[in-house]
Each structure stands twice: as C-alpha cells, then as structure tokens.
C-alpha cells in the first residue's frame, strides 16, 4: 500500500469552471476525510465517511461542494462554479474508526482559480 | 475554533533536542492530545498523541503535565528534515461520530545547520 493518494496534485481553472478531485484512501481504513488549508493557516475540517456514509459536513461546505465516496473505497470532491476563494490546497486523509483514529493524509490538491 | 495555543515559530540547532510547547489549559478528561507535522507542500504526518501518561516512539516523545494543561513534544536530535510547521490538537477520544480534528496554526519550527 502506498498510502493515501490525491490526483490532481495540481490545477488551475478559470473562475465558474467545474473541478473534480480524486482520494484514494489506504485500503483498510474505512474512514475518509476531506480538509481545505489555505497559506498560513491549518487544515480546517470539510467533511468525512465512514464507509460510503457522509457522516458530517462543515458549513464551510456550501452548495456548490459535494463528495462522494460511493463503494467505500475511493472519494471525490467536486467544485462547481469555482471561485476565486476556492483557492486552497485540498487535503484528504483516511483512518480506522476504532482506536485512536490516527489520520494519514495525501499529499493535497492544489486549486488555483483565476 | 482551536483548543490549543502554540508559539509561531521556534528555531533550534541541528543535532539538539526541539522543545515544542503547546497550551490547552481547557482539555477535558476524555480528550487526547495528538502532535501532527506539515513539512512544506506536502500533507500533514501524525507523530504521536497522549493522553496522560508521557509517550514515546521512534520520531518523538511527548510528555504531558499532571494537570494536563499543557504538553511538550521533544525531538531529540533534531534534523534539517525536521523543519515543519507542528500542529498541537486535542480531540475528545471517544466523541461519537464526531471525530475530527480542529487544527490552530501551529508552531513552524526551523532547524538550523
């Protein structure tokens, strides 16, 4: 397993464009999360599954946000309408549900909007 | 908002031990303290977490107050690799459903040759 796997790595759109973006959790963990982090802050908590059920949403994610995680196993984050505040590092990470839910994240997603 | 209070910054030379402090004079019984690290451009790593006791484990020791108000991290023989910005969180163990973590802005530690 190489762990937790994020694609794009990179991507620039243009303002009201759609963006889809990939997380390939660690096999076993059955818990997901998604976080967004912009330049000199920490990560700041979207959303997370255990399984295919979306447990709980930020009200940081508005309407034009929506994940998925339809088998269980991978998860997609979709941006509709992108705006230039949407400009963030988008961070997934996976975990186990029991024990000390230790996270570990992928490498992120860089979102630019123009 | 964050339950813990860390300083920005924090230097230290290559080859001694960083002190990595971090607040949370408001932690009830049943929350752990965890310690992840964000080197640049990448995702953040978990290093360790607590509850009461001190821990250690191959990256760090993490040693936690009698009132556990506070706690420090310890890298013993810090490395340039080293350089990150250091998240402090405590997270309440046994919270449900609810189980995610609450991040501040960390302490950005600098190691120097």
């Known amino acids: 397993d190489t762990g937790v796997s994020q694609n794009p790595r990179h991507k620039i759109t243009k303002r009201g464009q759609n963006v889809t973006f990939r997380c390939d959790p660690i096999?076993?963990?059955?818990?997901l999360y998604w976080y967004r982090q912009t330049l000199g802050q920490g990560p700041e908590f979207l959303t997370y599954?255990?399984?295919?059920?979306?447990?709980?949403k930020s009200r940081l994610l508005s309407d034009r946000f929506s994940a998925e995680r339809p088998k269980g196993s991978f998860s997609t984050l979709e941006i509709q309408r992108t705006e230039q505040g949407d400009s963030a590092m988008y961070l997934c990470?996976?975990?186990?549900?029991?024990?000390?839910?230790?996270?570990?994240f992928g490498a992120g997603s860089r979102l630019t909007v123009l | 908002d964050a339950k813990t209070t860390q300083p920005p910054s924090m230097d230290c030379a290559e080859g001694r031990a960083a002190n990595l402090p971090c607040n949370h004079s408001t932690i009830s019984g049943n929350e752990y303290v965890y310690w992840y690290r964000q080197i640049h451009s990448q995702g953040p790593q978990y290093i360790i977490h607590g509850l009461k006791n001190n821990e250690t484990n191959e990256m760090a020791s993490l040693i936690i107050t009698e009132d556990r108000k506070s706690s420090t991290l310890i890298l013993p023989h810090a490395t340039l690799r080293d350089t990150a910005v250091y998240y402090c969180i405590v997270r309440d163990y046994n919270a449900g459903n609810n189980r995610k973590l609450i991040w501040g802005l960390g302490t950005s530690l600098a190691v120097n040759p």
């Open positions: 599954f255990q399984n295919e059920a979306q447990l709980e």
């Open positions: 990470a996976s975990g186990v549900a029991s024990g000390a839910n230790v996270l570990t």
């Open positions: 096999s076993e963990h059955n818990r």
